[in-house]
């Protein structure tokens, strides 16, 4: 089906004509149409029109209204201060829309056919290593933005740009070569858990960094191992990739958590880029782009100097032969945009890397790979904080492990469900508690500007409430149960019906659905769309305490209530799932 052109996009649109007509020398006048509190609309494009044009604003926007055929959908037009227009609607054109948005799958978004590819690098854990609290924002932005970009169009290539190259796994490698049974579990061919999967690899990574601090011959074997594990070597490479396996069973158990799909192919780490490296170096240096300085092969910028008034370069390749980090980036740019075909690269980082990205991302300018048809963004986000405002660390000063983290806040949200259950058996308190309480943990981060620091308070987040996925997830259910209760009453609309003021005022919100998507997409926003979620749960809830559902005036008024209680349950549904956050029908 074709997308539903919103009521503003139609309000717009008879004042663009009215504007012609009335004034044909303003040419495409743009009436600045806006949502206000005096009306449904107030348009005040007729202000800066009247300067143009050296005339009288209200003698203008009375021209124009008065040039405004008489149609269905404006209901009334007010000429109001020095020449503003406050629009309202009639009832039949919002229930008419918002009959449209229901009969499509897709509640009337437009899918743009015409979008280009986008690869979203986000979730990057590090081999070995275990999760921290630190990798949840990248998880949880990037996951949405995945979402969001499909549902408009975009082809998504998701990548999990792992941390699984570098010299500590010449130390790893060289302790299990002299320790083979580190890794073993306690039953060949048992399932491992992601827990247990972790527990050797920290143990593991404990012991050979004491032995690698405290044994200089250990030392010296481990920094040859990771000569051969650069060389290839066939050996060092088996027990390499036996890290990245034994990392990747827990990995997949912490996003299998959170609740995100997560898939082998998506993986391609530091080392997926190893046989690009020195054709990168070859390239940046024949074209001029990168310098040799000091034995290191560096790209200086103007803008970028140290403290002390020197340049700071990016450092591609260090004196000794070895590549850093941007090397590795730049061959992942290469390769998004020459073998995936990319139009845009969207790096989920945090805010403290961003001097490194712009760098790469300039490089990447001046070598040809980044330009006018392809760009590179970095959605920058901040620091997640303690209930103190400080960087979340433990009682001991640890950086908090993510998966004790959402298991606490699975806890919270199992005893929220099991306070206000009436009729979930044990079996379903427990899976509504997961559900609860990651769509807490998801919806405090996503509705939250990316770029802003929020404070971690779990109190906060599983409250019933205020701005928190419960509260959203509460209201589906409301709806749900209206539904389940309406017997032979089925949601029909009504267009010849009178609408009370907080049903208005949640049809035109719930039409504007598809506006708020475009926009989130646009600017990589999620938090643009939680907001317009929380709205749409308050407007709800004011409309539910107002408007006597099941109880209505008539039959009609009863069918075209539960209309527009479907239409927002829907609307939350598809809102919520983009944003990676399931609304269960009980609560």
Known sequence: MASVPSLASTVQQRLAEGLSAALPEAGSADPLLRRSDRADFQANGILALAKQLKGNPRELATKVVESIPANDVLKEIEVSGPGFLNITVSDAAIVETLAARAADARLG?????????????????????????????????GAAMVEILEFTGETVVRRHHIGDWGTQFGMLIQYLIEHPHELDHKAEGAEVSGEEAMSNLNRLYKASRALFDADEEFKTRARARVVDLQAGDEETLALWQRFVDESKIYFYSVFEKLDMDIRDPDIVGESGYNDMLQETCRILEESGVAVRSEGALC????DIKGPDGNPVPLIVQKSDGGFGYAATDLSAIRDRVQNLKATTLLYVVDARQSLHFKMVFETARRAGWLNDEVKAVQLAFGTVLGKDGKPFKTREGETVRLVDLLDEAIDRASAVVREKAQDLTEEEITERGAQVGIGAVKYADLSTSAARDYK???????????DTSVYLQYAYARIQSILRKAGDAKPAAHPELELAPSERALGLHVDGFGEVIAETAAEYAPHKLAAYLYQLASLYTTFYSECPVLKADTPEQVENRLFLCDLTARTLHQGMALLGIRTPERL
């Open 299 to 302: 790209v200086f910028f103007d």
């Open 109 to 141: 978004v437009p899918l743009n056919e015409a979008a280009g590819t986008t690869v979203i690098d986000y979730a990057q854990p590090n081999v070995a290593k275990e999760m921290h609290v630190g990798h949840l924002r990248s998880a949880v932005i």
């Open 456 to 466: 971690f308070d779990l109190d906060q987040m599983v409250s019933l409430n205020g």
